[in-house]
């Protein structure tokens, strides 16, 4: 058994290489991973009246919008219709919450959980629930080819929160000087001319938009008393249970993909170790194409992603043009407003631009090489179950 052992590893780690598609973890999630949806509940006590009732209408809207739908799924609750021991009467009542209210729930929480944020069942509250200043600056910078956007999550003490941003930007700055991206992907235009020409390539290794593909990162600095920012911090600072005891120390999240954020470093844990692992994840090849075994939480957004990457469907659908929408996101960026003495968001970008002009037989090399690995698999295995038969 040790022999078999010793010779089935490489084996089957060649065909674990082999197979891999090699589209950077960033730019896999942003092109193929839909955002899980938020439940939002408009709780009242009884039917929903006045400035309640039009907020729950304006929610609805947002989420059936067809041109930016927010990933939520809205309900409206009487709670009068509900049964004593209902979950949403009691986060009501150990949350001690006014109604009627707004009670956001993470994707998938199935009220599990308290609701990560609540808020008076108005129409500017909708409206700081499906958008912010900082979210839209991250759009814009992942859209325009960043890998990810590190959002530095303040703690307050001002000396703490400038030595550690310091940090993290040293830290970005070594790992982006170090890493590389995956060899092997093939830009969406020179797929195209493979299938004119009859060429055979893998199509988990085609990039499905013209978005540049670079290794870049930023950051984006926000305090957490801004109250425009209230409902994305909240969705930051629940994605761990605990993050509660650490509100005195500053935190990071590494934001990529559709609005998919990591778990944070927080104070001393932002080491260059640490930002150098996240960075080779994000970057490297996605050897798990399936989101919900990637680690992370989808924010919530107001975008339709499909619509505004370019070319999404050049490979599946030919006949089909590119789909329009990242130009008119980027003709004018706007950046969050600062304040003088809070500044909420900053950037500093390491960045090592790579070519779109990958190699076409990349793909074909790739095909041999797992053939061949099957082949040499067969054989082993033949001669093992031969050996076996004449013993």
């Known amino acids: 058994m040790k022999i078999v052992s010793r010779f089935l590893f490489p084996f089957l780690l060649a065909v674990t290489v082999a197979i891999a598609c090699q589209v950077p973890v960033f730019r896999y999630a942003l092109e193929r991973w839909q955002n899980d949806p938020y439940q939002v509940f408009v709780v009242s006590e ?5 400035e309640a ?12 919008d067809f041109k930016s739908p927010a990933n939520v799924y809205s309900e409206k609750i009487d709670l009068s219709k509900e049964s004593g021991d209902s979950t949403l009467r009691q ?31 108005t129409r500017p509250h909708v409206e700081a629930l499906a958008g912010s200043p900082v979210r839209t600056e991250i759009i814009r910078r992942i859209l325009t080819g960043d890998s990810a956007v590190w959002v530095f999550v303040e703690c307050g003490d001002k000396a703490l929160d400038d030595a550690a941003y310091l940090q993290l930007q040293k830290h970005i700055k070594e790992a982006t000087k170090e890493l590389k991206l995956p060899e092997g992907v093939i830009a969406a235009d020179k797929a195209q001319e493979a299938v004119d020409k009859g060429q055979l390539f893998d199509q988990s290794n085609v990039l499905r938009s013209e978005i540049p593909l670079k290794l870049a990162f930023s950051q984006l600095r ?144 790739r095909n041999i090489g797992i053939a061949i690995c099957v082949m040499i698999g067969i054989v082993f295995f033949g001669s093992l179950l031969l050996r076996r038969g004449s013993n």
């Open 46 to 50: 009884g039917e929903l009246e006045g």
């Open 53 to 64: 009732k039009a907020a729950f209408e304006h929610l609805r809207a947002i989420e059936d």
């Open 91 to 121: 986060h009501v009542r150990e949350g001690k919450i006014e109604l009627p209210a707004i009670l956001l729930y993470y994707p998938d929480d199935r009220l599990k959980y308290p609701p990560i944020w609540t808020a008076p069942a």
């Open 222 to 365: 926000v305090s957490r008393t801004d109250a425009a920012e209230q409902p994305f911090l909240q969705m930051l600072l629940h994605c761990e249970p605990d993050l509660g005891e650490f509100k005195t120390e500053p935190m990071v999240f590494p934001v990529f993909g559709r609005g998919r954020a990591l778990e944070p470093l927080i104070g001393k844990g932002i080491t260059l170790d640490n930002v150098w692992d996240y960075c080779a994840y994000i970057t490297g090849a996605c050897s798990c194409e399936v989101k919900k075994q990637n680690p992370g939480v989808d924010l919530l957004t107001a975008l339709d992603w499909d619509a505004v990457i370019e070319g999404s469907q050049i490979i599946i659908d030919k006949v089909l043009p590119p789909l329009e929408g990242v130009a008119s996101l980027l003709q004018e960026p706007e950046i969050p407003k600062t304040d003088a003495s809070v500044p909420v968001a900053h950037s500093e970008t390491g960045q090592a631009s790579v070519s779109n002009d990958f190699p076409q037989s990349s793909s074909m090399g």
